[in-house]
């Protein structure tokens, strides 16, 4: 299966280090967050789920759920993550997903055999609370994540769904965001009391809206 842009992120049963979970109920309202980890014990996962682990309050203001996956056991999670604790100086909180039997990574296509036949790719999907996916991005096993990239993305897409804007190359949050071309720029300065600066008919700018 083949998970594109704005489908339904599919649901699941799960055996988790922090119990069993249902997925969509897991996630309630909230936003959400699934990444998927080669294996338990790995240096670069190790590293991935500690600095995750210590943007907890930061996931928390975004109404954000995190939850991770690899394809060891519920015993091997609990024992990593004690390892995690102690390596990176953190409390892991959120849950890791057992996935043994590889279902829920080929449910979601996070394997890919011509990179490993077993173990999954660093994949990571952004979920909307509701249950679309609206980003998708997968790193070799070998190359950590950026999550600071994630709070970013995460920051755009709960701007763009609140405010008709998009988000310019490199932008951070309390940044110039781009007035979209399906808005006329007449339109826009009654949309945007902040100003608009047009640069060109369809490149045109306006401080986000909500700061």
Not at 177 to 198: C, L
């Amino acid at each position: 299966m083949s998970i594109k842009l704005g489908d339904t992120a599919p649901d699941f049963q799960a055996e988790t280090s922090s119990g069993d979970i249902k997925f969509h109920e897991f996630l309630g309202n909230s936003w959400g967050i699934l990444f998927s980890h080669p294996a338990d014990y790995t240096p670069v996962c190790t590293t991935e789920l500690g600095y995750t682990s210590k943007l907890k309050s930061e996931f928390d203001k975004r109404g954000t759920k995190v939850i991770a996956l690899s394809v060891d056991g519920v015993e091997d999670h609990q024992s990593w993550i004690k390892d995690i604790n102690e390596t990176q100086n953190t409390d892991v909180q959120f849950p890791i997903i057992a996935d043994k039997d590889r279902q829920i990574s080929e449910l979601y296509d996070f394997i890919h055999p011509n990179a490993s036949v077993t173990a999954t790719v660093r994949s990571l999907l952004i979920i909307d609370p509701d249950k679309k996916v609206r980003l998708i991005i997968t790193y070799p096993a070998s190359t950590g994540r950026n999550f600071n990239e994630i709070l970013r993305v995460l920051d755009s897409l709960q701007l763009v769904d609140s405010y008709k804007v998009a988000t310019p190359v490199n932008w951070k949050y309390g940044e110039d965001v781009i007035v979209p071309p399906t808005i006329s720029t007449e339109d826009a300065k009654k949309i945007f009391p902040k100003g608009v600066t047009e640069i060109k008919p369809y490149l045109r700018y306006t401080p986000q809206p909500n700061t």
